[in-house]
């Protein structure tokens, strides 16, 4: 085939194009310009013009993880680069497909700290799955598609490509995407047969057997979702979500648990500490989900389905490792469960679920809402009432609300719910929110967010407006940081060190301000209405909800404790403060 | 092995030799804490460009396990191998060794380094420097024989390492 020879610029879009991309989220400046320029004279590829980089990723992750398809970033040289650094840890840590492209200063300037010049491929190695700074153009396209290539398989990431201007200038060959070979990342997906078979007598000899899933199924697919779902009701099995899975299994579902780890369920929580067969499909026994190392689920056989060989045995050891994509895996787990018509001792699987129903019948997530002063917990309640008839997406920021949404909006599909696990970054949600309703522009988009979170990204209002995406953004406003308010009451003698939100703006003209709706909610006889006007309103909304501010996230596994020392809270035991010098020095 | 000991491994990694890899792998070990007793890199395979890293790393199995499973999962890994597991290997360092000494000292070195098949390959009247190569150990132990007879300034390669007979990597 003849090659095409084009400028770099135009390989770049190109590439975009062939790579079925369909949307970029950036920010123009000097060493991009000739990318930006490209943009202008195409209408293939549609631009969102953010605020501020970092939203540019959550933007673009929050279109990834909606979709299943990468997102894609642009920023300039420099300081687009680093403002980039938060967003693409966080996808790092959650293993969000990303592809970022950033502005470099001219190939022969590199080094002698030129204006706006950073060392991007040398700040984002660690927080990159891997980066290309581009300096022959022959390699060009070549790279582009590596990047699609890495950021999509395996266990996904984001991918950063630094693009000095010379190379956007110069001309530069073309290669199609099937032109290109990838020689040494290949990552394996079929599981290992003789593995599974072991994995499966184990699951058949149970007594008191455990589903744990996490992000790694919603990331395998929605078809990866359905075999778990099939899967998880041929054996009877219970399980349990983490923060990442949740939707890959419906929420509805009466062998569903609801989320574990720190607060998570106490059914959850006392089912992983006391099973016999832990199936962890897709999760990589984080600290959030794990407690305290020493004392987690001390008795239980362990079987670790995961892409990634290196989340295998990391933090606690299994006894039956499994590397591969977690759907090819649970397609042969089906296929040879039927085969060897496995069944689990029914006897004992009654005996365990009559267990699993007490602990149950704590009712651990209850709370009483009073006549007037609106609970947090309530404000998500409702929510997902009045939305269960609609396509719904939640993102949040990060805290107690993101918590509360996490227990109390059951979801029942996979990529509806977007939020910052492992970073753990304020200033997720808006952006976040701006990408899935981007990709989904009928569908509703709802922004669960705190006080404090929704300050680190408000300038995402003014990108809510240009293209007039409907996001509904809800503030759990406790007038606190809640979640360090929460830690500092528990572990810190009530010592509220700099955790109240002083000075706080007035959200509905700031709404107004920026051109959309605003709306205040303070008693509990207008939450249905107003978030029902909300819903109703054709546009971006704000709506600032005065909610209980002594309200208190439960259950809660203590820093350094082990599962069954949860913390069930107000409703049992009141907020007891945690006498452990060991849960302070945790995080 | 018990859980919990430490032990040493020497580990290969077959790379390809792009700029910035290099950073990667110690950038892995270092962001991790993971820890490098010695680390030696130089491209064997000039056609395909390839280099070879070889680390010497210490840890408890599990983490050892871990340090392996994240190089592999680096991209521009082709392959990695502990050699400390897959059998038998030959480990070999060189190292140039310093030393200022004169009448029964300046003796004495020589001596030992006949012992050790160390060759002179720089003399004056006051110094030598020595030239050594061994595993490890042997190069420790010399260093330390040196140490009273005026030892000034030690530089050594670090490990290479090979697997013994027909295996490879
Ligand atoms: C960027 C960033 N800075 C600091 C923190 C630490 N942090 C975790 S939760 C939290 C408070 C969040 O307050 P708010 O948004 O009001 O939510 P609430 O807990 O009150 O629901 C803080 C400061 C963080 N997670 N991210
Ligand atoms: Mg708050």
Redesign the pocket.
């Given at each position: 085939m003849a090659e095409r020879i084009l400028s770099g610029s135009e390989v770049v879009l190109q590439a975009l194009v062939d790579q079925g991309v369909e949307v970029v989220f950036g920010y123009p400046g000097g060493a991009v310009l000739p990318l930006y320029d490209e943009i202008f004279k195409q209408n293939r590829i549609r631009h969102i013009l953010v605020r501020h980089e970092q939203a540019a990723v959550h933007a673009a992750e929050g279109y990834a993880r909606s979709t299943g398809k990468v997102g894609v970033v642009l920023v300039t040289s420099g300081p687009g680069a680093t403002n980039a650094v938060?967003g693409l840890t966080d996808a790092l840590m959650d293993s969000i497909p990303v592809v970022c492209l950033t502005g470099q200063v001219p190939t022969h300037l590199i080094g002698n700290d030129a204006f706006q010049e950073a060392d991007t491929t040398g700040i984002t190695r660690p927080c990159t799955k891997h980066n290309y700074l581009v300096k022959d153009s022959a390699k060009l396209a070549r790279t582009m598609h590596e990047a699609f290539h890495v950021a999509s398989s395996g266990r996904p990431g984001p991918v950063v490509i630094d693009l000095p201007k010379d190379i956007l200038v110069a001309k530069a060959p073309y290669l199609e995407p099937s032109q290109v070979q990838h020689r040494t990342y290949n990552p394996v997906v079929k599981g290992d047969r003789g593995q599974i078979e072991e994995a499966l007598e184990l699951l058949a000899s149970a007594k008191k057997p455990i589903l744990y899933c996490g992000g790694g199924v919603i990331n395998s697919g929605s078809q990866a979702c359905k075999v778990l779902t099939e899967f998880t009701r041929l054996t009877g099995v219970p399980i349990t979500l983490t923060l990442m899975g949740l939707g890959a299994y419906p929420a509805s579902d009466k062998q569903y648990l609801g989320m574990l780890g720190m607060h998570g369920t106490y059914e959850a929580n006392m089912a992983m500490h006391d099973c016999d067969v832990m199936i962890a499909v897709g999760a990589r026994f984080d600290d959030r989900v794990t407690g305290n190392l020493d004392f987690f689920s001390p008795g239980s056989q362990k079987v670790q389905i995961d892409i990634d060989q290196s989340s295998i045995n990391k933090n606690v050891p299994v006894d039956i490792g499994i590397v591969g994509d977690v759907g090819h895996v649970l397609e042969d787990m089906m296929k040879i469960w039927k085969a060897k018509q496995h069944k689990i001792e029914a006897k004992a699987l009654d005996s365990w679920w009559d267990e699993i129903e007490g602990w149950r019948g704590k009712h651990c997530l209850s709370y009483k809402q009073p006549k007037d002063i609106i609970k947090?917990q309530h404000v998500i309640r409702r929510l997902h009432a009045l939305t269960r008839d609609r396509k719904t997406y939640i993102t949040t920021?990060?805290?107690?609300?993101?918590?509360?949404a996490a227990q109390h909006f059951g979801f029942e599909h996979p990529h509806e719910w977007m939020t910052?696990g492992g970073?753990?970054?304020?200033?997720y949600g808006m952006p976040a929110a701006l990408g899935v309703q981007v990709a989904h522009p009928d569908a509703t988009v709802i922004c669960f967010?705190?006080?404090?979170?929704?300050?680190?990204n408000i300038q995402e209002c003014a990108t809510l407006t240009q293209y007039r995406l409907p996001v509904k953004t809800v503030?759990?406003?406790?007038?606190?940081?809640?979640?360090?308010?929460?830690w500092q009451q528990l572990l810190h003698g009530s010592r509220y060190s700099e955790?109240y939100?002083e000075s706080l703006p007035d959200f509905v003209k700031l709404s107004e301000a920026f051109g959309f709706t605003g709306m205040t909610c303070n008693n509990a006889a207008d939450l249905d209405d107003a978030l029902t006007k909300m819903l109703e309103i054709d546009g971006p909304v704000i709506l600032d909800v005065a909610v209980d501010d002594k309200e208190n996230?439960y259950p809660m596994i203590p820093s350094g404790k082990p599962h069954n020392e949860m913390l069930l809270g107000a409703e049992t035991t009141g907020d007891e403060a945690i006498d452990s010098d060991e849960g302070m020095v945790l995080v | 092995m018990k859980e919990t000991e430490i032990s040493k491994h020497t580990i290969s990694v077959l790379v390809d030799n792009e700029a910035g890899v290099l950073a990667r792998v110690i950038g892995l070990f270092s962001g991790r804490g993971y820890n490098i007793e010695s680390l030696t890199v130089a491209e064997v395979d000039a056609s395909s460009h390839q280099s070879r890293i070889t680390v010497v790393t210490s840890g408890t199995p599990m983490v050892i396990e871990q340090i392996k499973a994240q190089l592999s999962r680096l991209v521009p890994v082709h392959k990695v191998s502990d050699l400390t597991l897959s059998g038998p290997c030959v480990e070999r360092e060189l190292a140039l060794v310093k030393v200022i000494a004169s009448g029964e000292k300046r003796v004495e070195s020589l001596r030992i380094a006949d012992i050790f098949k160390a060759r002179a390959v720089d003399a004056t009247n006051s110094s030598f420097v020595f030239e050594i190569i061994g595993s490890p150990e042997k190069i420790d132990a010399f260093i330390k024989l040196m140490e009273p007879l005026g030892l000034s300034e030690t530089s050594r390669t670090g490990v290479a390492a090979i697997s013994r007979g027909t295996l490879t990597m």
């Amino acid at each position: 085939m003849a090659e095409r020879i084009l400028s770099g610029s135009e390989v770049v879009l190109q590439a975009l194009v062939d790579q079925g991309v369909e949307v970029v989220f950036g920010y123009p400046g000097g060493a991009v310009l000739p990318l930006y320029d490209e943009i202008f004279k195409q209408n293939r590829i549609r631009h969102i013009l953010v605020r501020h980089e970092q939203a540019a990723v959550h933007a673009a992750e929050g279109y990834a993880r909606s979709t299943g398809k990468v997102g894609v970033v642009l920023v300039t040289s420099g300081p687009g680069a680093t403002n980039a650094v938060t967003g693409l840890t966080d996808a790092l840590m959650d293993s969000i497909p990303v592809v970022c492209l950033t502005g470099q200063v001219p190939t022969h300037l590199i080094g002698n700290d030129a204006f706006q010049e950073a060392d991007t491929t040398g700040i984002t190695r660690p927080c990159t799955k891997h980066n290309y700074l581009v300096k022959d153009s022959a390699k060009l396209a070549r790279t582009m598609h590596e990047a699609f290539h890495v950021a999509s398989s395996g266990r996904p990431g984001p991918v950063v490509i630094d693009l000095p201007k010379d190379i956007l200038v110069a001309k530069a060959p073309y290669l199609e995407p099937s032109q290109v070979q990838h020689r040494t990342y290949n990552p394996v997906v079929k599981g290992d047969r003789g593995q599974i078979e072991e994995a499966l007598e184990l699951l058949a000899s149970a007594k008191k057997p455990i589903l744990y899933c996490g992000g790694g199924v919603i990331n395998s697919g929605s078809q990866a979702c359905k075999v778990l779902t099939e899967f998880t009701r041929l054996t009877g099995v219970p399980i349990t979500l983490t923060l990442m899975g949740l939707g890959a299994y419906p929420a509805s579902d009466k062998q569903y648990l609801g989320m574990l780890g720190m607060h998570g369920t106490y059914e959850a929580n006392m089912a992983m500490h006391d099973c016999d067969v832990m199936i962890a499909v897709g999760a990589r026994f984080d600290d959030r989900v794990t407690g305290n190392l020493d004392f987690f689920s001390p008795g239980s056989q362990k079987v670790q389905i995961d892409i990634d060989q290196s989340s295998i045995n990391k933090n606690v050891p299994v006894d039956i490792g499994i590397v591969g994509d977690v759907g090819h895996v649970l397609e042969d787990m089906m296929k040879i469960w039927k085969a060897k018509q496995h069944k689990i001792e029914a006897k004992a699987l009654d005996s365990w679920w009559d267990e699993i129903e007490g602990w149950r019948g704590k009712h651990c997530l209850s709370y009483k809402q009073p006549k007037d002063i609106i609970k947090p917990q309530h404000v998500i309640r409702r929510l997902h009432a009045l939305t269960r008839d609609r396509k719904t997406y939640i993102t949040t920021d990060v805290g107690q609300h993101q918590m509360w949404a996490a227990q109390h909006f059951g979801f029942e599909h996979p990529h509806e719910w977007m939020t910052s696990g492992g970073l753990g970054t304020m200033g997720y949600g808006m952006p976040a929110a701006l990408g899935v309703q981007v990709a989904h522009p009928d569908a509703t988009v709802i922004c669960f967010t705190g006080d404090a979170s929704i300050m680190m990204n408000i300038q995402e209002c003014a990108t809510l407006t240009q293209y007039r995406l409907p996001v509904k953004t809800v503030i759990l406003n406790n007038r606190y940081m809640g979640m360090v308010r929460q830690w500092q009451q528990l572990l810190h003698g009530s010592r509220y060190s700099e955790s109240y939100s002083e000075s706080l703006p007035d959200f509905v003209k700031l709404s107004e301000a920026f051109g959309f709706t605003g709306m205040t909610c303070n008693n509990a006889a207008d939450l249905d209405d107003a978030l029902t006007k909300m819903l109703e309103i054709d546009g971006p909304v704000i709506l600032d909800v005065a909610v209980d501010d002594k309200e208190n996230c439960y259950p809660m596994i203590p820093s350094g404790k082990p599962h069954n020392e949860m913390l069930l809270g107000a409703e049992t035991t009141g907020d007891e403060a945690i006498d452990s010098d060991e849960g302070m020095v945790l995080v | 092995m018990k859980e919990t000991e430490i032990s040493k491994h020497t580990i290969s990694v077959l790379v390809d030799n792009e700029a910035g890899v290099l950073a990667r792998v110690i950038g892995l070990f270092s962001g991790r804490g993971y820890n490098i007793e010695s680390l030696t890199v130089a491209e064997v395979d000039a056609s395909s460009h390839q280099s070879r890293i070889t680390v010497v790393t210490s840890g408890t199995p599990m983490v050892i396990e871990q340090i392996k499973a994240q190089l592999s999962r680096l991209v521009p890994v082709h392959k990695v191998s502990d050699l400390t597991l897959s059998g038998p290997c030959v480990e070999r360092e060189l190292a140039l060794v310093k030393v200022i000494a004169s009448g029964e000292k300046r003796v004495e070195s020589l001596r030992i380094a006949d012992i050790f098949k160390a060759r002179a390959v720089d003399a004056t009247n006051s110094s030598f420097v020595f030239e050594i190569i061994g595993s490890p150990e042997k190069i420790d132990a010399f260093i330390k024989l040196m140490e009273p007879l005026g030892l000034s300034e030690t530089s050594r390669t670090g490990v290479a390492a090979i697997s013994r007979g027909t295996l490879t990597m």
